[in-house]
């Protein structure tokens, strides 16, 4: 994972931002727009967990220290849990706009 | 890399570390009693393990590895028996220079130390799933 999970925070504070300061385009604000937010910390959740498999794969042939397949799954789970999080956060974030009346 | 997955990465180098000086010390001690096969030859001598600390370019943390696998130089024990097939001329038999005592409370130094890393990832891992559990 090479964007840390402080990146993935940022950038979810940064979707706050846009959806607070409201009608204003996504595209214009600096640091990306939403899906590629969402893009982002997806393709690094996968790459972790991409690591966790291959390292337990090399495990069950006997090549790789079980104290490093225990890491790599361990680093795959937090990065599924920040993705999930900051999604959870981002969808309810849209349903409250939603959800204004009109 | 964040900093807290470093943490798990050189946790991670140091059980492993300590896997490689578990498996020298069981092996110290399963040839305790390995003898020459022929007379007056040489019995089991006891290896010993070095590590060193190494810096990992990938991450630039600095992990603990290996250093090199030795053999203790110390003198190996006499015995009178000379009915065995490896005693010299004179009817003694060299034993191995592992010391069972020794080797136990080197076990547990590993043992200890295995834990203290495991700690750390266990805490690092906690301290991050707290952080997210923020944002629930």
New interface residues.
Partial sequence: ??T???TAINA?VDAVQRVGAGGESPAKTPGGNFADLVKSIGENALEAGNKADQMTLSAIDGQA?I??V??AV??AE?AL??VV??R??VVSAYQEILRMPI | ??E??KA??I??SG??AQ?VRIRVIAQNIANAESLATEPGGKPYQRQTVSFKSAMDRASGAEVVKVGNIGVDRSPFGRQFDPGHPAADENGYVLLPNVKPLIEMVDLRQAQRSYEANLRV?DVA?TM??R???L??
């Fill in positions: 994972m090479t840390s999970m402080s979810y220290n104290a490093e225990v890491t361990a680093n937090l849990q920040t999080a900051v959870d956060q | 890399m964040s807290f997955q798990m990465q946790a991670t059980m492993i896997n990832i891992r991050v799933a952080t997210i559990d944002l629930r």
